[in-house]
């Protein structure tokens, strides 16, 4: 499913990169598995991921809790509240903002 593909990087190290971001969000249990079969919920985790693997120190995440249940909702604040437990800046823009969400 999921090399990072990172400039100036090798395979090696791209797939290194690829497995810790996985991790970190959750999903290095499907790394195999095509884009195609993850639900949306993998596949926002999936979006988060790609932004983690470019080493950045601030992610703009742009209603990456759009279409979710609820139940996926909170998930996905936690995942975001761990991020930024672990420093990585991660400022979210959501409708779900109103209800204390974010």
Not at 5 to 13: I, K, M, Q, V
Not at 33 to 51: D, K
Not at 88 to 97: E, H, L, R, V, Y
Request: aromatic share 2%; hydrophobic share 45%; charged share 25%.
């Amino acid at each position: 499913m999921f090399t990072a593909a990172l400039p100036n990087r090798s395979f090696n190290e791209a797939s290194s990169i690829a497995g810790r971001v996985l991790a970190r969000v959750g999903l290095e249990a499907r790394r195999d598995t095509p884009c195609a079969e993850l639900t949306l919920s993998e596949r926002r985790r999936l979006e988060i991921a790609r932004a983690l693997a470019t080493g950045r120190s601030v992610l703009l995440l742009d209603d990456v809790m759009a279409g979710l249940t609820p139940t996926e909702v909170t998930s996905v604040i936690a995942l975001i509240r761990g991020l930024r437990a672990q420093q990585a800046n991660a400022p979210a823009a959501s409708d779900n903002a109103e209800k204390g969400e974010t």
